[in-house]
């Protein structure tokens, strides 16, 4: 059974910074591309940034320049990088594999932008 395990999530001021963590189990990690995810209240869950098993990597425009994705196949682990925190960040963030596997959303963790 795939799981994910998100963690490192928090509130945070404005300008701030975060580094979550996902810990991958049932799935041969270093075979899949994985990403971050993030859904706001009232919206629908929306990539992040995604990072191949080539390291190659894609963001959303919003986060170009704030957010680094990377990983340590050795733990089965994705890591978010997250600096210069606004207030739009505010979501529950989420990792799975690109595309997504549907059956296999962890429980997420909650990154809240506030002053």
């Known amino acids: 059974q795939v799981q994910f395990v998100e963690s490192g999530g928090g509130l945070v001021q404005p300008g701030g910074s975060l580094r979550l963590s996902c810990a991958a189990f049932?799935?041969?990690?270093?075979?899949?591309?994985m990403a971050w995810y993030r859904q706001a209240p009232g919206n629908e869950r929306e990539y992040v940034a995604i990072?191949?098993?080539?390291?190659?990597?894609n963001y959303i425009d919003s986060v170009k320049g704030r957010f680094t994705i990377f990983r340590d196949n050795a733990k089965n682990t994705v890591y978010l990088e997250m600096n210069s925190l606004k207030h739009e960040d505010t979501a529950v963030y989420y990792c799975?594999?690109?595309?997504?596997?549907?059956?296999?959303w962890g429980q997420g963790t909650q990154v809240t932008v506030s002053s």
């Open positions: 799975n594999s690109f595309p997504a596997n549907s059956g296999s």
């Open positions: 049932g799935i041969s990690f270093r075979i899949h591309a």
């Open positions: 990072m191949t098993i080539g390291g190659g990597t």
